[in-house]
């Protein structure tokens, strides 16, 4: 039972490299977000998918860009990475009243 | 837009101490309301839930009930636990299935000592 799978689970990035982080459900849900969480600021909103061939952009969208494959798979792609995007992204896969299940993160330091 | 406001941390506790958690949220229509929890290294999990005014969700001795009237949905335990260490998070969500946006606060951390 996985759940929402996330990979990878660390990485480390030199500035302007780029990298997709992997994020799958096997719970058959529709909609499919990723957050990133920073000290002191809590979980913000990068974009999400509410259902498959859609996507739309959360708080802080900018530098990054998403691709939902297919149901189950939803990517989130960094182009140039800055040292600004140093995080902890999760993935999440929204059940219909809202009970959200979330990947184990990936930490991503970029220098 | 909707939003959600949390009490401040950190928050630190004896063990068997009581327990509040405020939170205060602005919302359209008739959000559903959650608490998850973050223990250090993993992802957020789901505490409890309620979906309509008056509801009361509750799990593993935390207990919230959503107040429409002051629109707040307070987490208490009557007796925490070292184990309850963790950080805390309010959430909620509008709209339908399909489309309705998941919310969070900016996180509440609680440390339980012996």
């Known amino acids: 039972n996985a759940g929402v799978t996330q990979t990878p689970k660390f990485q480390v990035l030199k500035t302007g490299q780029s990298m997709t982080l992997q994020c799958a459900q096997d719970?058959?849900?529709?909609?499919m977000y990723w957050y990133r969480q920073d000290p002191g600021m809590g979980l913000r909103l990068i974009y999400y998918?509410?259902?498959?061939?859609?996507?739309d952009k959360g708080e802080v969208p900018n530098g990054y860009n998403v691709s939902r494959l297919n149901k189950r798979e939803f990517s989130l792609r960094l182009e140039s990475a800055a040292p600004s995007q140093t995080s902890v992204y999760f993935c999440?896969?929204?059940?219909?009243?809202?009970?959200?299940?979330f990947g184990q993160g990936t930490r991503l330091t970029v220098v | 837009g909707n939003s959600v406001t949390q009490m401040e941390g950190p928050v630190t506790l004896s063990e068997e101490a009581f327990l509040t958690i405020n939170c205060t949220y602005t919302?359209?229509?008739?959000?559903?309301l959650f608490w998850y929890v973050q223990y250090p290294g993993e992802g957020l999990q789901l505490l409890l839930k309620a979906t309509k005014a008056d509801d009361k969700g509750s799990n593993k001795g935390f207990e919230a009930t959503y107040r429409k009237e002051t629109t707040s949905f307070h987490l208490e335990k009557g007796s925490v636990q070292v184990s309850d260490s963790a950080v805390y998070f309010c959430a909620l969500r509008t709209g339908g299935t399909s489309y309705g946006k998941l919310t969070f606060g900016q996180g509440t951390i609680l440390t339980v000592h012996p």
């Open positions: 919302a359209t229509g008739y959000p559903s």
């Open positions: 719970m058959n849900h529709n909609s």
């Open positions: 998918s509410a259902s498959e061939g859609t996507t």
């Open positions: 999440a896969s929204i059940a219909g009243f809202g009970e959200a299940f």
